[in-house]
């Protein structure tokens, strides 16, 4: 069983978290931290993370980039493990990830889908025959139409596994339409489609001579990423300091 601080707890995804761990005879949350409390949660919820005393063996982020630094000092204060979900982190605060892993163990991960993360190493496996065989490979990704960025973080994660598997030999595009010119071959390709409330599709393509080959992920809510952090945060209790990823979790 694993006792778990939930931090954004009344948000979004805190929200999914808690109704998922109701159901996970593998994990409880013994607290919340938000600073909003509503007082609906089946758990304390503590608007300041220095009034958070329970013990605990994992803590859960899914809060705002703001929040992380105070998140990663509590951390590190209490000697709890973090499953730091939270995105948009600066460079300066990606440093502070590093340091704090470096007192207590903390999981960071942009995409906390156990199917996104498989996905990146399947196609690391699949590059390494076709690209090497000559095989041009595109991405595409389609997300709901509010999302501020493109490409996605995940379809960017997706290029860089491709590249890390080709000794990171290839460059990427974004738009087509501003050269006139055939495709190069050390180039990966990545188009972003936005409408409705798709929540989130990425398709990795292997374009060959007569063949053509497809990986594709579809997450139909975003109780994956909450279903992966519970993974993870069972993952990382009692882990020693260090940095781990969704790759560790998934062996
Ligand atoms: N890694 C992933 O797979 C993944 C998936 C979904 C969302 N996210 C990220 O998780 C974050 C939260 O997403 P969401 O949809 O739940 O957002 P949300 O806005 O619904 O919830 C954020 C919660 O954090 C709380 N909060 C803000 N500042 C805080 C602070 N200083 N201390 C404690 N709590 C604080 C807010 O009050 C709110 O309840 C975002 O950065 C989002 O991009 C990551």
Redesign the pocket.
């Known amino acids: 069983m694993v006792k778990i601080i939930m931090?954004?707890?009344?948000?979004?995804?805190?929200q999914?978290i808690s109704g998922l761990v109701e159901k996970d005879p593998g994990a409880q949350i013994v607290a919340g931290?938000?600073?909003?409390d509503n007082g609906n949660n089946s758990y304390p919820v503590y608007t300041k993370?220095e009034d958070c005393q329970e013990e605990a063996d994992v803590i859960v982020d899914?809060?705002?980039?703001?929040?992380v630094d105070?998140?990663l000092d509590y951390s590190v204060n209490r000697q709890i493990p973090v499953v730091v979900?939270?995105?948009?982190l600066s460079e300066e605060q990606l440093k502070k990830v590093e340091e704090a892993s470096q007192k207590v163990a903390v999981l960071k991960?942009?995409?906390?889908?156990l199917g996104i993360n498989t996905l990146l190493k399947l196609i690391q496996d699949a590059a390494k025959v076709l690209a090497t065989a000559g095989f041009d490979m595109e991405i595409v990704e389609r997300h709901h139409r509010l999302k501020l960025d493109a490409p996605s973080g995940t379809a960017l994660a997706l290029a860089d596994s491709l590249n890390e598997a080709m000794d990171g030999k290839y460059h990427y595009v974004f738009d087509r339409s501003q050269e006139r010119r055939q495709r190069e071959d050390l180039e990966i390709g990545i188009s972003a489609v936005r409408g409705g409330t798709i929540v989130g599709d990425h398709e990795v393509i292997f374009a060959g001579p007569d063949e053509v080959i497809e990986f594709k992920h579809t997450a139909y809510s975003?109780a994956v990423?909450g279903k992966?952090?519970i993974e993870a945060a069972k993952f990382l209790k009692g882990k020693p300091a260090g940095k781990y990823d969704m790759s560790d979790v998934i062996g």
């Open positions: 931090h954004g707890c009344n948000g979004y995804m805190g999914v931290i938000d600073i909003a993370a899914f809060s705002s980039a703001k929040a105070a998140l979900c939270t995105t948009g991960s942009a995409n906390m889908s975003k990423f992966g952090a």
